[in-house]
């Protein structure tokens, strides 16, 4: 029943012909577009005779072969391609084809958000819009004329500068644009709309002027502030930091409703899902400004890492995305606090990637295979890989790093390259071996490094041994090479030693010369994306000493997490966490957000990532019964914090205001395991008198989940009020979905008949199934009612957007770690799934793989 080949690594090929200029003209009407595509093209394989090209549901109308119509018996129309029988060395074609944006609901290629046409190409796009070598290693100058009725679509836009406007007599009217810089197909981008725009410009450090648009709905222009201030935050960061000024006249960013991902970084025009642009006070969150700074600056870092030096094949996906999240990690940290940024990326890497490494579809951050390359655009690729640079980064130290750009950036401008370009010039730069190092790059898993001390005689030493897990095909592994941040603390927490260890053998022995036993402060900053297996007791001296702030976080996480498991094996509640908690609570010179953080108890994730066998009933019972003992020993100490820091009318997005809106909330939170009327009155007088979103989505969240009466007031006004802005409803449905609440599973099935609700919005659907999906408690329900609504809709969503459907299929990837009962009811629906008879290859590629 196989539906899908897997596309392998090993069998690249040079591409036998190149595109080198590409004249497209699309004549957009509203039940059709024609396109008329002119390209020119030359051989670069003496032996090939066919020219082959790509094309998925394309209606082909006319083809020419320089100037001459092209009979019929001198091309093949293929399942998936364009086959052009005997070309010469070099020639002509042109192309007319028709296609349907209206109908399209994968968002793939051209398609309709609203009333905007838009495309998305990356990766394979481009060849639902024309037939194409589309492919990364073929690169061409493009020019775009559109032409587009003038009434509906004033706002005409493609890659590069305009280069003309004309009008004709029916009423519709064009634009023609041209992008100097050779680029391949899945950077091309065109739209056309009725939009509001906001402007600005930026001057480069050379002095060049460069205009800044950013398009939206029209009504939504005052939302678009942030979203402008971040790119030119990002552009001079970049000037500063890499040295790389941007290279076109215009920067245009186009913020759209239907969307797959989060922003994509086609050449001068930016397409984004509008919840990465568009955020005021009243409508959006602290995280959303700053997930809209982070993925603003991410798609601008593309231009030089990405659409400068761009990839030679798609397994070659993480040298730019890796690279280009590692900068935008370290732009945002540069702009607000470090401590804090590098805390929220470890863990959003432990929550994602951890788990996918920990299943049937781990993958290297340079996977050798695929069946559907959409399905790789992963917290493995993305997080992971952006670890990977962050160690080249500390083994080179900065200025080495940035020689080592500075090459990479000489060596292969304009080219289409490898991961192992990338590391050439980091090696070259640095005089550094980085043939052990390349391990990071082809194998999967997530390495444990268990360490062992000893001290005897004015002797300390670390015994690190190294536990590769083995690869999804079982295969073994070997062990990698990193650089490991650590320091040895006296009595006080002073630093009696500090360094950088590099670790390369399975196991080995360090020793350290001191007079008492000191204290291990490991991993400093997270400096290796591995798992620390170490047994001590020395959690609470590291909470309140260490100097480095992630191994103080790291240590309140490890000692939550050793309670609630030794709570889930029937012990009672460890007295001492409960003291170090109270000391965290009590320290008075910490960083708001900091100690927002230190006062988080372990996730869910994180406590079922360290189970043999999964069970999140027991899970909830212990971290419950943790945080309501917690709750009620500290309560007024709680309470405090949040009358301290409760300051209602204030609305700065200044890291002060955003510090006490991040505690406060936490102590909210924790006080709600009360369940109390005092708290619930609490909550109540947020939601009320707040007004940021910030304050009042925590407090709509702790009313659904504890008080029914005011939670459905609360919830009523908050529907009145933002039922016409899908961006907030994607957080009011989040809401309801991520409920505990009994019933929770009955009203999200019944959710999506709300006018509020539509499942070709991908946001939407995220925020009401994805969220379901990942809400432990009621998606693995032991009725298996959960399990069977989300395949359910796997298989309604994959007939309309193939993409949005794999991605819901992720939550089965624990399938694997589930105890008995679960296992068997998750077993039903993915074998439920595969049965489908047109299922896509996306979510074949997925549930197969986890059922494997
Ligand atoms: N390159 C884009 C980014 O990371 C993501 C595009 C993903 N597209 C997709 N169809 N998976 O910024
Ligand atoms: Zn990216």
């Not at 634009?175 to 065109?190: C, E, G, I, Q, V």
Request: proline share 3%.
């Amino acid at each position: 029943m196989s539906r899908a080949e897997s596309i392998y690594l090993k069998d690249y090929k040079a591409p036998k012909f190149t595109v080198k200029t590409c004249d497209l003209v699309f004549e957009l009407y509203e039940e059709h577009t024609q396109v008329t595509n002119l390209m020119s093209i030359e051989r670069v394989d003496a032996g090939a005779k066919d020219l082959v090209l790509d094309s998925i549901d394309l209606e082909l109308l006319e083809i020419y072969l320089d100037d001459e119509k092209l009979p019929e018996k001198r091309y093949v129309i293929e399942d998936e391609h364009l086959r052009v029988l005997d070309v010469g060395d070099a020639f002509k074609l042109i192309i007319i084809n028709k296609i349907y944006p209206q109908l399209n609901s994968e968002l793939e290629g051209l398609y309709k958000s609203g009333n905007i046409f838009c495309t998305q190409n990356e990766p394979e796009g481009f060849r639902r819009i024309t037939p194409y070598l589309d492919r990364p290693d073929v690169m061409a100058v493009f020019k775009t004329t559109l032409v587009a009725d003038k009434e509906r679509y004033p706002v005409l836009l493609s890659n590069g500068n305009r280069e003309s406007n004309f009008k004709l007599d029916d009423g519709r009217h064009g634009a023609t644009w041209f992008d100097p810089h050779p680029k391949p197909s899945y950077l091309f981008a065109l739209v056309a709309g009725d939009l509001g725009v906001v402007q600005d410009k930026f001057v480069t450090a050379s002095g060049k002027y460069v205009r800044l648009y950013i398009y939206t709905d029209r009504g939504n222009e005052s939302k678009c502030k942030h979203a402008m201030k971040a790119l030119k935050d990002a552009m001079k960061w970049d000037e500063e930091v890499y040295g790389r000024e941007y290279d076109l006249e215009l920067y245009n960013i186009v913020a759209v409703d239907s969307f797959n991902m989060g922003a994509m970084e086609n050449k001068g025009l930016n397409i984004f899902n509008s919840a990465y642009v568009l955020a005021d006070e009243d409508s959006a969150t602290d995280a959303n400004f700053m997930g809209i700074q982070s993925v603003i600056a991410h798609e601008y870092f593309h231009n030089w890492t990405g659409n400068r030096i761009t990839c030679r094949d798609w397994f070659q996906l993480t040298l730019k995305e890796g690279l280009t999240v590692f900068r935008d990690q370290c732009f945002s940290a540069d702009l607000n606090s470090k401590e804090v940024q590098r805390i929220e990326d470890v863990d959003a890497l432990r929550e994602r990637q951890f788990v996918e490494d920990a299943s049937p579809t781990a993958h290297p951050i340079q996977p050798d295979s695929y069946m559907a390359i959409n399905n790789f655009y992963t917290a493995t690729v993305y997080e992971k890989g952006a670890e990977v640079i962050r160690m080249l980064h500390t083994l080179l130290g900065e200025q080495k790093y940035r020689k080592a750009m500075d090459l990479y950036f000489d060596a292969f401008d304009g080219q289409a390259v490898r991961t192992d370009d990338f590391l050439w010039a980091i090696s070259e730069a640095g005089g550094i071996d980085l043939e052990q190092f390349k391990r990071w790059y082809y194998q999967s898993g997530t390495p444990k490094l268990h360490v062992d001390e000893k001290f005897e005689d004015g002797k300390y030493s670390l015994t690190l041994t190294q536990k590769v897990p083995k690869a999804v095909d079982g295969s073994e592994q070997k062990p990698y090479f990193f650089p490991l941040k650590m320091a040895l603390l006296d009595e006080s927490g002073k630093e009696i030693e500090a360094k950088t260890l590099i670790v390369s053998k399975e196991s080995e022995e360090f020793t350290f010369k001191v007079e008492k036993k000191p204290v291990l402060s490991i991993n400093r900053d997270f400096s290796a994306p591995v798992i620390v297996e170490q047994s001590h007791n020395d959690y609470a001296f590291l909470m309140k000493h260490d100097t480095n702030s992630y191994v103080r976080y790291e240590s309140a996480q490890s000692f939550g997490l050793q309670t609630i498991e030794s709570m889930m094996r029937g012990k009672p509640i460890d007295e001492e966490f409960v003291n170090a908690f109270g000391h965290i609570l009590d320290e008075d010179k910490l960083d708001h957000s900091f100690k927002a953080l230190l006062m988080e108890l372990p996730s869910v994730s994180a406590i079922m990532q360290r189970q043999e066998v999964v069970d999140f009933e027991l899970i909830y019972e212990a971290k419950e019964r943790l945080q309501k003992h917690l709750a009620l020993t500290f309560k007024e100490k709680l309470l405090v914090i949040y009358n301290e820091n409760h300051t209602p009318d204030s609305k700065e997005l200044d890291a002060l205001n955003i510090g006490k809106r991040a505690i406060k909330n936490r102590a909210l939170k924790l006080l709600s395991a009360l369940e109390s009327d005092e708290v619930i009155a609490i909550a109540n007088a947020q939601y009320n008198s707040s007004v940021t979103m910030t304050d009042r989505i925590v407090a709509l969240d702790v009313l659904e989940n504890i008080s029914p009466e005011f939670s459905t007031v609360a919830l009523g006004h908050f529907y009145k009020k933002y039922n016409r802005d899908t961006l907030v409803m994607n957080k009011y449905f989040s809401i309801l979905a991520a409920s505990h609440r009994e019933g929770t599973l009955d009203r999200v099935m019944a959710l999506q008949n709300d006018p509020a609700y539509n499942e070709l919005v991908p946001n939407l659907v995220r925020s009401l199934i994805g969220v379901f999906a990942r809400n432990y408690k009621h998606f693995h329900a032991k009725d298996g009612y959960g399990y069977k609504f989300v395949a359910d809709k796997i298989i309604d969503i994959d007939k309309i957007n193939p993409q949005m459907a794999s991605g819901l299929a992720g939550a089965f990837k624990i399938y694997k770690k589930m105890n008995k009962v679960n296992k068997k009811l998750i077993k039903t629906e993915l074998e439920r799934i595969l049965l489908e008879p047109s299922l896509s290859k996306n979510v074949y590629e997925i549930v197969s793989k986890v059922l494997n």
